[in-house]
């Protein structure tokens, strides 16, 4: 397993908790960096940030020109849930495994820009399938 991590601290912890992975230090600005090491993965979990746009560019791109890993990214949604306060009141849950068209039928402004990115050149027909574009 190879770990990105943005500092010698945190990848100090990591070690110490699972010595056998494999760390690799940079950035989400490092795409070429993200890029090479999602060319070399069976399965990408992209937890960092569900909205930097350039870190999914990358991990998409290397999985394109790799192995054609699994990519597990973070979903983000709750930046759609109109309460202001956690806990003062009901949480819309937005499912994108049994619910795929509900999550792409927001209007094309919403924050979902990284979701475009992973979405986009696959076949998802909704009512607004030019979000994906």
Same mark, same amino acid.
């Given at each position: 397993?190879?770990?990105?991590?943005?500092?010698?601290?945190?990848?100090?912890?990591?070690?110490?908790?699972?010595?056998?992975? #494999?760390?690799?230090?940079?950035?989400?600005?490092?795409?070429? #960096?993200?890029?090479?090491?999602?060319?070399?993965?069976?399965?990408?979990?992209?937890?960092?940030?569900?909205?930097?746009?350039?870190?999914?560019?990358?991990?998409?791109?290397?999985?394109?020109?790799?192995?054609?890993?699994?990519?597990?990214?973070?979903?983000?949604?709750?930046?759609?849930?109109?309460?202001?306060?956690?806990?003062?009141?009901?949480?819309?849950?937005?499912?994108?495994?049994?619910?795929? #068209?509900?999550?792409?039928?927001?209007?094309?402004?919403?924050?979902?820009?990284? #979701?475009?990115?992973?979405?986009?050149?696959?076949?998802?027909?909704?009512?607004?399938?030019?979000?994906?574009?």
């Amino acid at each position: 397993m190879t770990c990105s991590v943005r500092s010698e601290e945190r990848g100090k912890a990591l070690i110490a908790a699972y010595p056998d992975i #494999k760390l690799v230090y940079g950035t989400l600005e490092d795409s070429d #960096k993200i890029e090479e090491e999602s060319s070399k993965a069976d399965i990408v979990l992209d937890w960092a940030d569900c909205d930097h746009v350039g870190a999914a560019e990358a991990i998409k791109r290397g999985l394109q020109k790799g192995k054609g890993g699994i990519w597990i990214h973070t979903s983000g949604t709750d930046i759609l849930n109109p309460l202001k306060e956690p806990g003062t009141g009901p949480i819309k849950v937005y499912d994108d495994w049994d619910n795929i #068209k509900e999550c792409l039928s927001f209007p094309r402004k919403s924050p979902l820009h990284v #979701k475009r990115v992973i979405l986009r050149g696959h076949q998802i027909t909704t009512p607004t399938d030019q979000w994906i574009k």
